[in-house]
């Protein structure tokens, strides 16, 4: 199919008031004319008097709806209160001898030892 009998077909389905894409569904199914989308948009800017439909033209003509920015999430809490200490334990060795930092909150290995005796 020509570019001349592609505008004529096309200049008749506008004025039907079809969108671009039943245009393009016309040319394929019923002129077996394969036209990609882009091909008829070309088509169409060599047509000065083609009217787009209403829905056509307000698709070309307004640029795309800004996109709104994803949410901000809250920071995350930090707990004011220093973390609890942590108890070394070494097995073999008795709290005092691994320092005073290490035994502060351990219970003497000595007395754990008499109770079982």
Known sequence: MTNEERKQVVTELLAKRQTLSQIQDHLHKEKNDPITYMELRLL????????????????TLLPPAPMSPPPVEPPVSVPST???????????????????????????RATADEAHA
């Open 44 to 59: 169409l800017s060599e047509m000065p008097d083609a009217k787009l439909p209403e829905k056509e033209l307000l698709k």
């Open 82 to 108: 220093p973390p609890a200490p942590v108890t070394l334990v070494v097995p073999g060795v008795l709290p005092e001898q691994l320092g005073p930092a290490s035994h502060a909150s351990a219970p003497s």
